[in-house]
Protein backbone atom coordinates (compact mmCIF):
# COMPACT_ATOMS: atom_id res chain seq x y z
CA UNK A 1 0.00 0.00 0.00
CA UNK A 2 2.24 2.82 0.74
CA UNK A 3 6.00 2.85 1.70
CA UNK A 4 7.07 0.01 4.10
CA UNK A 5 10.13 0.01 6.28
CA UNK A 6 11.71 -2.55 8.51
CA UNK A 7 15.27 -4.01 8.68
CA UNK A 8 16.60 -1.23 6.47
CA UNK A 9 14.50 -1.55 3.92
CA UNK A 10 13.03 1.81 2.90
CA UNK A 11 10.79 1.24 -0.05
CA UNK A 12 8.86 4.21 -0.79
CA UNK A 13 6.13 5.32 -4.08
CA UNK A 14 8.12 6.52 -7.18
CA UNK A 15 11.72 5.05 -6.77
CA UNK A 16 13.38 2.49 -4.17
CA UNK A 17 16.12 4.34 -2.58
CA UNK A 18 19.07 2.09 -1.55
CA UNK A 19 20.88 4.85 -0.27
CA UNK A 20 19.94 8.98 -0.21
CA UNK A 21 22.33 10.04 1.94
CA UNK A 22 23.34 13.61 -0.31
CA UNK A 23 26.21 15.54 0.68
CA UNK A 24 28.91 18.12 -0.79
CA UNK A 25 28.24 20.20 -4.30
CA UNK A 26 29.64 20.04 -7.47
CA UNK A 27 31.38 17.47 -8.11
CA UNK A 28 35.18 18.21 -8.84
CA UNK A 29 36.89 14.28 -10.48
CA UNK A 30 35.54 13.19 -13.11
CA UNK A 31 31.83 11.60 -12.63
CA UNK A 32 31.97 9.33 -15.60
CA UNK A 33 34.78 7.64 -14.06
CA UNK A 34 33.47 7.28 -11.15
CA UNK A 35 30.03 5.75 -12.29
CA UNK A 36 32.25 3.53 -14.64
CA UNK A 37 33.89 2.08 -12.10
CA UNK A 38 31.69 1.75 -9.42
CA UNK A 39 29.35 -0.38 -11.46
CA UNK A 40 32.51 -2.81 -12.67
CA UNK A 41 33.49 -3.24 -8.94
CA UNK A 42 29.51 -4.58 -8.64
CA UNK A 43 29.96 -6.52 -11.58
CA UNK A 44 33.38 -8.29 -10.78
CA UNK A 45 31.84 -8.48 -6.86
CA UNK A 46 34.32 -6.40 -5.34
CA UNK A 47 31.40 -4.92 -3.14
CA UNK A 48 33.64 -4.21 0.05
CA UNK A 49 35.76 -1.83 -2.62
CA UNK A 50 32.55 -0.45 -3.92
CA UNK A 51 31.35 0.46 -0.41
CA UNK A 52 35.25 1.80 0.14
CA UNK A 53 33.87 4.48 -3.16
CA UNK A 54 31.04 5.99 -1.43
CA UNK A 55 30.36 8.49 1.53
CA UNK A 56 30.45 7.62 5.35
CA UNK A 57 26.81 8.76 5.65
CA UNK A 58 26.21 5.75 2.54
CA UNK A 59 28.59 2.77 3.93
CA UNK A 60 26.63 3.86 7.38
CA UNK A 61 22.90 2.92 5.66
CA UNK A 62 24.25 0.68 2.90
CA UNK A 63 27.57 -2.36 3.76
CA UNK A 64 28.96 -4.74 1.12
CA UNK A 65 25.91 -7.30 2.33
CA UNK A 66 23.57 -4.82 0.87
CA UNK A 67 25.12 -4.20 -2.52
CA UNK A 68 25.63 -7.78 -3.02
CA UNK A 69 22.05 -8.42 -2.37
CA UNK A 70 20.69 -5.59 -4.55
CA UNK A 71 23.40 -6.61 -7.30
CA UNK A 72 22.59 -10.26 -7.29
CA UNK A 73 18.34 -9.27 -7.32
CA UNK A 74 19.55 -7.68 -10.62
CA UNK A 75 20.95 -11.10 -11.96
CA UNK A 76 17.97 -12.83 -11.62
CA UNK A 77 16.44 -10.90 -14.59
CA UNK A 78 19.34 -12.71 -16.65
CA UNK A 79 22.91 -12.35 -16.67
CA UNK A 80 24.81 -9.04 -16.44
CA UNK A 81 25.47 -7.85 -20.25
CA UNK A 82 27.39 -4.48 -19.56
CA UNK A 83 26.31 -0.59 -19.51
CA UNK A 84 24.92 1.84 -22.24
CA UNK A 85 26.00 5.11 -22.79
CA UNK A 86 26.40 6.57 -18.91
CA UNK A 87 23.65 9.60 -18.87
CA UNK A 88 24.41 12.93 -17.27
CA UNK A 89 21.32 14.32 -15.35
CA UNK A 90 21.85 18.44 -14.62
CA UNK A 91 20.79 19.18 -11.04
CA UNK A 92 21.60 22.07 -9.28
CA UNK A 93 24.57 21.69 -6.91
CA UNK A 94 24.91 17.79 -7.47
CA UNK A 95 26.62 15.54 -10.30
CA UNK A 96 24.62 12.94 -11.37
CA UNK A 97 25.05 10.21 -13.81
CA UNK A 98 22.42 7.64 -14.94
CA UNK A 99 24.25 4.39 -16.15
CA UNK A 100 21.86 1.57 -18.00
CA UNK A 101 22.91 -1.77 -16.94
CA UNK A 102 21.40 -4.99 -19.16
CA UNK A 103 20.41 -8.18 -17.41
CA UNK A 104 19.27 -10.65 -19.57
CA UNK A 105 16.18 -8.93 -21.78
CA UNK A 106 15.74 -5.94 -19.15
CA UNK A 107 17.28 -2.86 -18.77
CA UNK A 108 17.83 -1.04 -14.81
CA UNK A 109 18.94 2.41 -14.69
CA UNK A 110 21.61 2.80 -11.81
CA UNK A 111 21.41 6.43 -10.37
CA UNK A 112 24.27 7.77 -8.68
CA UNK A 113 24.93 11.09 -7.29
CA UNK A 114 28.46 12.19 -6.88
CA UNK A 115 29.80 14.40 -4.18
CA UNK A 116 32.20 17.12 -4.67
CA UNK A 117 35.33 14.76 -3.18
CA UNK A 118 34.58 11.86 -5.75
CA UNK A 119 32.83 9.83 -3.33
CA UNK A 120 29.20 7.99 -4.27
CA UNK A 121 26.74 9.94 -2.24
CA UNK A 122 23.75 8.40 -3.10
CA UNK A 123 22.36 5.61 -4.96
CA UNK A 124 19.07 5.07 -6.46
CA UNK A 125 17.46 2.36 -8.99
CA UNK A 126 15.07 3.79 -11.63
CA UNK A 127 13.49 1.61 -14.53
CA UNK A 128 15.55 1.50 -17.79
CA UNK A 129 14.25 2.37 -21.26
CA UNK A 130 12.10 0.05 -23.01
CA UNK A 131 12.35 -1.04 -26.63
CA UNK A 132 9.17 -3.36 -26.20
CA UNK A 133 7.49 -0.41 -24.61
CA UNK A 134 7.86 1.66 -27.94
CA UNK A 135 6.85 -0.45 -30.35
CA UNK A 136 3.52 -1.11 -29.11
CA UNK A 137 2.49 1.89 -27.84
CA UNK A 138 1.93 5.55 -29.68
CA UNK A 139 2.58 8.37 -26.67
CA UNK A 140 1.12 11.71 -26.60
CA UNK A 141 1.40 13.93 -24.30
CA UNK A 142 -1.17 15.43 -22.14
CA UNK A 143 -0.85 17.28 -18.96
CA UNK A 144 -3.57 17.08 -16.47
CA UNK A 145 -5.16 20.02 -15.06
CA UNK A 146 -6.59 19.30 -11.76
CA UNK A 147 -7.34 21.77 -9.12
CA UNK A 148 -4.94 24.17 -9.69
CA UNK A 149 -1.86 21.88 -10.37
CA UNK A 150 -0.46 21.17 -13.89
CA UNK A 151 0.53 17.34 -13.99
CA UNK A 152 2.50 15.79 -16.72
CA UNK A 153 0.75 12.79 -18.63
CA UNK A 154 1.18 10.29 -21.00
CA UNK A 155 -2.05 8.90 -23.11
CA UNK A 156 -0.73 5.80 -24.89
CA UNK A 157 -2.30 4.55 -27.68
CA UNK A 158 -2.41 1.38 -29.60
CA UNK A 159 -1.38 1.59 -33.82
CA UNK A 160 -4.03 1.46 -35.77
CA UNK A 161 -7.36 3.25 -36.25
CA UNK A 162 -9.72 4.62 -33.05
CA UNK A 163 -11.85 5.39 -30.95
CA UNK A 164 -10.09 3.42 -28.46
CA UNK A 165 -11.46 2.05 -24.83
CA UNK A 166 -9.69 3.16 -22.65
CA UNK A 167 -8.16 3.06 -18.93
CA UNK A 168 -7.29 5.78 -16.42
CA UNK A 169 -4.60 4.34 -14.07
CA UNK A 170 -4.90 5.41 -10.86
CA UNK A 171 -2.01 5.04 -8.56
CA UNK A 172 -1.15 3.41 -4.90
CA UNK A 173 -0.19 5.65 -2.15
CA UNK A 174 2.85 7.92 -1.80
CA UNK A 175 4.59 9.75 -4.20
CA UNK A 176 4.69 8.37 -7.88
CA UNK A 177 5.91 8.99 -11.17
CA UNK A 178 3.37 8.40 -14.03
CA UNK A 179 5.01 4.43 -14.31
CA UNK A 180 4.33 3.85 -10.57
CA UNK A 181 8.00 3.11 -10.70
CA UNK A 182 9.26 0.87 -7.67
CA UNK A 183 13.05 0.26 -8.12
CA UNK A 184 13.91 -0.83 -11.47
CA UNK A 185 10.00 -1.81 -12.02
CA UNK A 186 7.44 0.29 -13.78
CA UNK A 187 3.91 -1.47 -13.23
CA UNK A 188 1.84 1.60 -15.60
CA UNK A 189 4.21 1.91 -18.54
CA UNK A 190 3.93 -2.15 -18.33
CA UNK A 191 0.56 -2.40 -18.39
CA UNK A 192 0.33 0.50 -20.96
CA UNK A 193 2.37 -1.13 -23.35
CA UNK A 194 0.46 -4.88 -23.26
CA UNK A 195 -3.03 -3.16 -22.92
CA UNK A 196 -1.91 -1.24 -26.62
CA UNK A 197 -1.21 -4.35 -27.65
CA UNK A 198 -4.92 -5.83 -27.21
CA UNK A 199 -6.36 -2.43 -28.39
CA UNK A 200 -6.58 -0.72 -25.13
CA UNK A 201 -5.81 2.86 -24.23
CA UNK A 202 -4.25 4.03 -20.98
CA UNK A 203 -3.80 7.27 -19.69
CA UNK A 204 -0.98 7.80 -16.60
CA UNK A 205 0.07 11.17 -15.09
CA UNK A 206 2.37 12.08 -12.42
CA UNK A 207 0.78 11.79 -8.77
CA UNK A 208 0.75 15.44 -7.59
CA UNK A 209 2.18 14.74 -4.52
CA UNK A 210 5.10 13.16 -6.75
CA UNK A 211 4.97 16.83 -8.93
CA UNK A 212 4.35 19.25 -5.79
CA UNK A 213 5.72 17.66 -2.43
CA UNK A 214 3.70 19.34 0.66
CA UNK A 215 2.74 22.25 -1.55
CA UNK A 216 -0.07 19.46 -3.47
CA UNK A 217 -2.58 20.49 -0.15
CA UNK A 218 -4.02 23.60 0.40
CA UNK A 219 -4.15 23.03 4.23
CA UNK A 220 -3.66 19.66 5.79
CA UNK A 221 -3.74 16.27 3.25
CA UNK A 222 -6.98 14.51 2.13
CA UNK A 223 -7.44 11.53 0.47
CA UNK A 224 -9.00 13.55 -2.20
CA UNK A 225 -6.05 16.06 -2.47
CA UNK A 226 -3.86 12.98 -2.80
CA UNK A 227 -5.63 10.53 -5.16
CA UNK A 228 -9.59 11.31 -5.91
CA UNK A 229 -9.49 14.50 -7.26
CA UNK A 230 -6.95 14.20 -9.96
CA UNK A 231 -8.44 11.01 -11.04
CA UNK A 232 -11.86 12.17 -11.64
CA UNK A 233 -10.37 14.76 -13.54
CA UNK A 234 -8.54 12.32 -15.66
CA UNK A 235 -11.50 10.76 -16.21
CA UNK A 236 -13.08 13.88 -18.13
CA UNK A 237 -10.01 14.61 -19.40
CA UNK A 238 -9.48 11.30 -21.55
CA UNK A 239 -12.91 11.42 -22.51
CA UNK A 240 -12.32 14.25 -24.34
CA UNK A 241 -10.07 13.02 -26.54
CA UNK A 242 -11.28 12.24 -29.97
CA UNK A 243 -8.93 8.99 -30.16
CA UNK A 244 -11.01 7.93 -27.43
CA UNK A 245 -14.95 6.35 -26.98
CA UNK A 246 -15.81 8.42 -24.22
CA UNK A 247 -18.70 5.60 -23.58
CA UNK A 248 -15.51 3.00 -22.91
CA UNK A 249 -13.96 4.77 -20.32
CA UNK A 250 -12.65 2.65 -17.26
CA UNK A 251 -10.86 3.49 -13.99
CA UNK A 252 -8.13 1.18 -13.42
CA UNK A 253 -6.71 1.40 -9.15
CA UNK A 254 -3.85 -0.16 -7.84
CA UNK A 255 -3.84 -0.57 -4.31
CA UNK A 256 -4.95 3.01 -2.13
CA UNK A 257 -5.59 3.85 -6.09
CA UNK A 258 -8.10 0.25 -6.19
CA UNK A 259 -9.26 1.47 -2.52
CA UNK A 260 -10.66 4.65 -3.48
CA UNK A 261 -12.13 3.50 -6.88
CA UNK A 262 -15.91 3.45 -5.62
CA UNK A 263 -15.54 7.87 -4.61
CA UNK A 264 -13.73 8.06 -8.16
CA UNK A 265 -15.96 6.08 -10.14
CA UNK A 266 -19.23 8.25 -8.45
CA UNK A 267 -17.94 12.04 -9.46
CA UNK A 268 -17.41 9.96 -13.27
CA UNK A 269 -19.07 8.69 -16.00
CA UNK A 270 -17.27 5.90 -16.39
CA UNK A 271 -18.07 2.97 -17.94
CA UNK A 272 -16.46 0.62 -14.99
CA UNK A 273 -13.67 -0.43 -12.60
CA UNK A 274 -10.36 -2.32 -12.49
CA UNK A 275 -8.86 -2.85 -8.94
CA UNK A 276 -5.81 -4.38 -8.78
CA UNK A 277 -4.95 -5.49 -5.09
CA UNK A 278 -7.78 -3.68 -4.00
CA UNK A 279 -7.69 -3.48 0.05
CA UNK A 280 -11.08 -3.73 1.72
CA UNK A 281 -9.83 -3.48 4.76
CA UNK A 282 -9.40 0.17 6.01
CA UNK A 283 -5.63 1.94 5.43
CA UNK A 284 -5.30 2.02 8.68
CA UNK A 285 -6.24 -1.39 9.31
CA UNK A 286 -3.50 -2.72 6.82
CA UNK A 287 -0.61 -1.29 8.62
CA UNK A 288 0.29 -2.63 11.53
CA UNK A 289 -0.37 -6.29 9.48
CA UNK A 290 1.90 -5.31 7.06
CA UNK A 291 4.50 -4.75 9.14
CA UNK A 292 4.09 -7.47 11.90
CA UNK A 293 4.71 -9.26 8.91
CA UNK A 294 8.03 -8.78 7.40
CA UNK A 295 9.31 -8.16 11.47
CA UNK A 296 8.56 -12.25 10.93
CA UNK A 297 10.01 -13.31 8.09
CA UNK A 298 13.14 -14.38 9.43
CA UNK A 299 11.62 -15.91 12.30
CA UNK A 300 12.84 -13.86 14.69
CA UNK A 301 10.81 -10.53 16.02
CA UNK A 302 13.30 -7.94 17.88
CA UNK A 303 12.57 -5.69 20.81
CA UNK A 304 12.51 -2.90 18.33
CA UNK A 305 10.50 -4.57 16.01
CA UNK A 306 7.60 -5.72 18.19
CA UNK A 307 7.75 -2.08 19.46
CA UNK A 308 6.99 -0.47 16.49
CA UNK A 309 4.66 -3.15 15.48
CA UNK A 310 2.92 -2.00 19.02
CA UNK A 311 2.65 1.42 17.99
CA UNK A 312 1.67 0.83 14.76
CA UNK A 313 -1.13 -1.34 16.29
CA UNK A 314 -1.95 2.25 18.78
CA UNK A 315 -1.40 4.24 15.68
CA UNK A 316 -4.30 2.47 14.25
CA UNK A 317 -6.77 1.64 17.35
CA UNK A 318 -6.51 5.29 17.86
CA UNK A 319 -7.91 5.78 14.05
CA UNK A 320 -10.73 2.86 14.39
CA UNK A 321 -12.27 4.40 17.82
CA UNK A 322 -13.43 7.82 16.02
CA UNK A 323 -11.27 9.67 18.62
CA UNK A 324 -9.24 11.51 16.03
CA UNK A 325 -9.53 15.04 15.85
CA UNK A 326 -8.18 18.02 13.95
CA UNK A 327 -5.67 18.35 16.63
CA UNK A 328 -4.74 15.02 17.06
CA UNK A 329 -0.41 15.24 16.54
CA UNK A 330 0.64 13.30 13.70
CA UNK A 331 3.55 11.68 15.60
CA UNK A 332 1.00 9.49 17.05
CA UNK A 333 -1.33 8.47 13.88
CA UNK A 334 -0.34 5.90 11.43
CA UNK A 335 2.30 6.51 8.95
CA UNK A 336 2.59 10.04 10.80
CA UNK A 337 0.49 11.29 7.89
CA UNK A 338 -1.66 14.65 9.70
CA UNK A 339 -4.80 14.01 11.44
CA UNK A 340 -6.26 15.60 8.22
CA UNK A 341 -5.69 12.68 6.06
CA UNK A 342 -7.31 10.13 8.85
CA UNK A 343 -10.69 12.58 8.98
CA UNK A 344 -10.80 12.38 5.32
CA UNK A 345 -11.12 8.62 5.28
CA UNK A 346 -13.85 8.81 8.37
CA UNK A 347 -16.50 6.95 7.60
CA UNK A 348 -15.58 5.38 4.36
CA UNK A 349 -15.63 1.38 3.65
CA UNK A 350 -14.88 0.58 0.25
CA UNK A 351 -16.94 -2.53 -0.26
CA UNK A 352 -20.12 -0.57 1.10
CA UNK A 353 -19.46 2.42 -1.17
CA UNK A 354 -18.89 -0.30 -4.40
CA UNK A 355 -22.48 -1.83 -2.97
CA UNK A 356 -24.26 1.64 -4.04
CA UNK A 357 -23.28 1.82 -7.20
CA UNK A 358 -24.59 0.29 -10.70
CA UNK A 359 -20.83 0.11 -12.50
CA UNK A 360 -19.22 -3.30 -13.17
CA UNK A 361 -15.79 -4.12 -11.54
CA UNK A 362 -13.45 -6.46 -12.40
CA UNK A 363 -10.96 -7.71 -9.04
CA UNK A 364 -7.42 -8.95 -9.84
CA UNK A 365 -5.14 -10.31 -6.86
CA UNK A 366 -1.41 -11.31 -6.76
CA UNK A 367 -1.46 -14.98 -4.43
CA UNK A 368 2.19 -13.80 -3.35
CA UNK A 369 0.66 -10.33 -2.15
CA UNK A 370 1.74 -9.54 1.26
CA UNK A 371 0.67 -6.09 1.67
CA UNK A 372 -2.92 -6.75 0.13
CA UNK A 373 -3.10 -10.20 0.93
CA UNK A 374 -5.39 -12.42 -1.00
CA UNK A 375 -8.37 -12.28 1.41
CA UNK A 376 -8.98 -8.61 1.00
CA UNK A 377 -10.84 -9.77 -1.96
CA UNK A 378 -13.80 -11.51 -0.13
CA UNK A 379 -15.55 -8.55 1.15
CA UNK A 380 -15.79 -7.23 -2.46
CA UNK A 381 -16.97 -10.07 -4.04
CA UNK A 382 -19.46 -11.04 -1.37
CA UNK A 383 -20.67 -6.62 -1.66
CA UNK A 384 -20.85 -6.69 -5.59
CA UNK A 385 -22.84 -9.95 -6.38
CA UNK A 386 -23.02 -11.00 -9.38
CA UNK A 387 -21.36 -7.44 -10.95
CA UNK A 388 -18.17 -8.39 -9.84
CA UNK A 389 -15.25 -10.89 -11.67
CA UNK A 390 -12.13 -11.66 -10.63
CA UNK A 391 -9.01 -13.62 -10.99
CA UNK A 392 -6.15 -14.76 -8.59
CA UNK A 393 -2.56 -14.97 -10.15
CA UNK A 394 -1.27 -17.60 -6.99
CA UNK A 395 2.65 -16.58 -8.03
CA UNK A 396 2.18 -13.21 -8.68
CA UNK A 397 3.34 -10.20 -5.72
CA UNK A 398 1.66 -6.73 -5.55
CA UNK A 399 3.47 -5.30 -8.79
CA UNK A 400 1.60 -8.24 -10.47
CA UNK A 401 4.83 -9.33 -11.42
CA UNK A 402 6.23 -13.48 -10.40
CA UNK A 403 8.02 -14.38 -7.83
CA UNK A 404 9.06 -17.29 -5.42
CA UNK A 405 8.93 -18.14 -2.28
CA UNK A 406 7.46 -16.11 0.40
CA UNK A 407 7.65 -11.88 -0.95
CA UNK A 408 9.13 -9.89 0.42
CA UNK A 409 10.42 -6.14 0.06
CA UNK A 410 13.75 -7.14 -1.60
CA UNK A 411 11.70 -8.74 -4.68
CA UNK A 412 10.80 -5.28 -5.57
CA UNK A 413 14.50 -4.28 -6.75
CA UNK A 414 14.34 -7.40 -9.14
CA UNK A 415 13.70 -5.95 -12.73
CA UNK A 416 10.50 -7.77 -14.15
CA UNK A 417 7.43 -7.11 -15.99
CA UNK A 418 3.89 -7.40 -15.27
CA UNK A 419 2.37 -10.80 -16.07
CA UNK A 420 0.75 -10.83 -19.53
CA UNK A 421 -2.20 -12.60 -18.52
CA UNK A 422 -3.66 -9.35 -16.01
CA UNK A 423 -3.93 -7.25 -19.90
CA UNK A 424 -5.09 -10.35 -21.24
CA UNK A 425 -7.90 -10.50 -18.64
CA UNK A 426 -8.68 -6.61 -18.88
CA UNK A 427 -8.82 -6.42 -21.86
CA UNK A 428 -11.47 -9.02 -22.30
CA UNK A 429 -13.27 -7.95 -19.57
CA UNK A 430 -13.34 -4.33 -20.97
CA UNK A 431 -14.68 -5.90 -24.36
CA UNK A 432 -17.47 -7.88 -22.62
CA UNK A 433 -18.23 -4.81 -20.64
CA UNK A 434 -21.59 -2.93 -20.52
CA UNK A 435 -22.78 0.24 -18.51
Keep these: MG ?5 GWVMTAGMAVVSAALAGSCAGPDPDALARDFVGMLAAGRYDEAVGRCTTAVQAAMGADQL ?32 PCRFGERVVDLKLVVDVSGLVAGLFVLPGEDSAYADAVIDVDLALESSGFTLPGTLALPRGPGPFPAVVLVHGSGPHDRDESLGPN ?63 VFILGHSLGAMMLPMIVSGTEAAGCVGLAAPSSALHELVPRQMEYLAGLDGEVTEEESAAVAAARAAADLVASGAVTADTPASSLPLGLPASYWLSLDGYDPT ?12 LQGGRDYQVPPM ?44 ERVADDIAAWIAGATR
Design 68 to 99: AGLWEGFEKAGPYGGTGTIRPLSVPEYEIRLV
Design 186 to 248: APFRDLAALLAARGVASYRYVKRTMAYGERAFAGGPTIGEETVDDAVAAVALVSGRPEIDPCR
Design 376 to 419: ELEPWLAALGARAESRVYPELNHLFMRGDGPPDPAEYLVPGRVD
Design 3 to 7: PTTFR
Design 352 to 363: TAAAALSEPFLL
